[in-house]
């Protein structure tokens, strides 16, 4: 990908490719080791290294996920109570109407829906995703990311940013190719 | 530190998880290509037309069933309940190896799991499916179901029995539904990306694209993706111990003599977990061999799931043995009746099949001879499913064909019918099973990967800093 001048053509970042798991995690050190703060890691597995390195941030879905499960458990034994007890109170075997433990099953089914739906759909919103459009994929070589090859991207946005020092500094950490990526 | 860690063996010498031989790019190449491929293979479209000509014939069934009543099935007073609820248990049951090998072994991190968790899933789903007609048509008619199912506010206001197990059930089996697909497109995502990267056609790349939401295996996204992963293995582990727990309060929430028993909920888990890694078993051996997956799926792999079988099988026998000692410790002449009659009634051949399988013949799982002998295991596996099949046969029919009362008493025949949507759902099944086998990769690209060299990353040496 040909980039003659950065100013012409806004650029994303500037992304260098390495071979391993290994070799991402070591740049990825340098780079944060470097100042950069404005960096995202590609690769075909999950490294959890590399998000220790750089961005040092767990996710809030944990959370997220017990609120799911709560309000599922609380809308099951609502539901169930509302149902049983006020909207259409039927006398079977003269056992009380809000007999709460015949309520535990459905009760218990909803937690695990609410609290699964919230995790998958968590994981995906709090992603940004779907996203069909990223401009990563402008830069060929990332077709890779999938398959075999793993890539660092410095952005734009990163206040340590200029595109002559950035792809200067990405080769020295020995990446295999270095790419700018247009926005 | 110098030395790359070698590829993953356990203390005890075995077979690894994954040959020898593998990098990214192979695994990568030898998964994705059958998706990817132009061409149908022959025997994939030999098999497909047999599994659609089965399929087929359960539309037929159905669609007969519709027009007329459910007076063409083969049960009736005094047994009530015949293969509609002997199928649906039977197929729940053996979607429930799909999620013990996708969530509780996640859990115990047994990395030999990641080879064979997603066609197993697949199962899982496609079993879900069929168990679900079998309930739903018995209804009668399906289309009005929906208010005898599910709690929403309808013309007639009337709402369902909540304290009844059957409405527990219509919970249970829908979130099992529901979450078992969740999990699997999660854990499709990643490789759903790959394919995307590789697909040579265009209409085949947006296609993948849209279905990976735009996957760029971005560090953050794969903290949430592993985070998402572990929370839905963490929540899938009750959910399938609850699914079978509650499918068998159907049963010993009454008060029939056979079915009133406190043993009915570990040992319906036990069992279903039993039928199925029989099923998966009886998958996975054509498919490695027919795909040349064997590198991947290796013996290791087969090897483990016999032993499940062993070992859930077991409990199941144990089962078996309680069912009789509660009907003699009880003292109830009901109670022992009942089980007078499964060992020596109209139906003891059923019985004694049952027994001949699940307790004596899963003795041969002892040997490593048989457990490493394919053929030998898939013939097995297949019997297992019947003996499975033939245990809900048991539990159901020999439990009700005999009443308190001998002027009502009846014998249960099924009608052909009967035995036209039991084969038709195996159709279907088959139908999904191989669509699932040609357009999705069969095996989770990513998650094998993590098993390499390649992915390893040394223990932080900068932690000081």
Redesign the interface.
């Known amino acids: 990908m040909p980039q003659t001048d950065a100013s012409n053509h806004p650029l994303h970042g500037v992304m260098a490719e390495y071979d391993s798991s290994q070799a991402l995690v070591d740049a990825a050190r340098k780079t944060v080791a470097e100042g950069f703060s404005k960096v995202e890691a590609y690769s075909p597995v999950p490294i959890e290294e590399v998000n220790d390195i750089l961005h040092r941030k767990r996710t809030m879905l944990p959370k997220l996920v017990l609120a799911g499960g709560l309000t599922g458990m609380a809308t099951g034994f609502a539901l169930q109570y509302w149902a049983s007890v006020i909207e259409y109170p039927m006398n079977v075997g003269g056992r009380p109407m809000a007999s709460w433990t015949s309520f535990i099953v459905p009760s218990y089914e909803l937690t695990i829906l609410f609290a699964s739906l919230t995790a998958a759909i968590g994981m995906a919103l709090l992603s940004g995703l779907p996203m069909p459009y990223h401009p990563v994929f402008n830069v060929e070589r990332f077709s890779m990311a999938s398959s075999d090859k793993f890539f660092l991207v410095i952005e734009r946005g990163d206040p340590n940013f200029d595109r002559q020092r950035v792809t200067e500094f990405l080769r020295s950490t020995g990446a295999k190719g270095v790419y700018d990526c247009a926005e | 530190m110098a030395a790359p860690a070698p590829v993953h063996r356990t203390a005890l010498a075995e077979t690894p998880v994954i040959l020898p031989g593998h ?3 192979t695994v ?1 190449e030898t998964i994705s290509e059958v998706p990817l491929s132009r061409r149908f293979p022959l025997g994939w479209i030999g098999f497909f037309l047999v599994a659609l000509l089965g399929a087929g014939m359960l539309q037929m069934a159905l669609g007969y069933l519709v027009l007329t009543g459910i007076g063409i099935w083969g049960n009736n007073v005094p047994v009530g309940w015949a293969f509609d609820i002997i199928n649906f248990v039977w197929w729940i049951g053996i979607g429930h190896a799909g999620t013990l090998i996708s969530a509780i072994l996640l859990l115990f991190k047994q990395q030999w799991r990641m080879s064979i968790s997603r066609f197993a899933e697949a199962m899982t789903i496609f079993a879900v499916v069929c168990a679900a007609i079998f309930p739903i048509f018995h209804t009668g008619r399906p289309w009005l179901a929906a208010y005898w199912l599910f ?1 929403y506010p309808n013309a007639m ?7 009844s ?1 059957l ?2 059930d219509v ?2 089996v829908s ?1 099992y539904a ?2 078992s697909v ?2 699997w ?2 854990g499709l995502i ?1 490789d759903l ?2 394919l ?3 697909a040579v056609s265009r209409p085949k790349a947006i296609i993948y ?2 279905l990976s ?16 992963t572990l ?2 293995a963490g ?2 582990t ?2 399938v111990l ?1 699914v079978h727990t ?1 499918v068998s ?1 159907d049963f010993a929430v009454s008060l029939i003599p056979g079915w009133h028993a406190t043993i009915f909920p570990p040992y319906f888990v036990a069992g279903a977990i039993y039928s199925g890694f029989a099923m998966v078993l009886s998958l996975a051996i054509p498919v490695r061999r027919f795909y040349g997956m064997e590198s991947l799926i290796t013996m290791r792999h087969i090897e483990n799931m016999a032993k499940i079988m062993l070992a859930t099988g077991l409990i199941v026998a144990y089962g078996y043995l309680c069912e009789a000692f509660f009907a003699w410790y009880s003292a109830s002449p009901h109670e022992r009746f009942m089980m007078w009659n499964r060992m020596t009634g109209p139906y003891a051949w059923s019985y004694w099949m049952l027994i001949s399988i699940n307790a004596v013949m899963i003795q041969l799982l002892w040997f490593k001879g048989i457990r490493t002998n394919t053929t030998i295991l898939f013939v097995m596996s297949i019997i297992v499913n019947l003996g499975m099949w033939l245990e809900r046969f048991v539990i159901i029919v020999t439990s009700l064909n005999r009443d308190f009362v001998p002027s009502s008493w009846g014998m249960y025949y099924p009608t052909k019918w009967d035995f036209m949507t039991f084969f038709g759902t195996i159709g279907l099944f088959l139908t999904l099973f191989l669509l699932f086998l040609r357009f999705v990769p069969m095996i989770s690209i ?1 998650e094998v ?2 098993l390499l060299p ?5 223990a ?1 040496h ?1 932690a000081a ?1």
């Open positions: 990098d990214f790019e990568t709690p206001g009337l709402w369902p029995q909540f304290k197990p409405i527990w919970f249970a979130t529901t979450v969740v999990f497109y999660v990643p990306a790959t995307r990267d590789r694209g849209m939401l735009g996957w760029r295996g971005a560090a953050r996204h794969w903290h949430r993706y592993e985070v998402a929370i839905l929540l899938s009750p959910l609850s509650v309060f990513f990967k993590t390649q992915a390893k990353v040394k932080d900068h800093n």
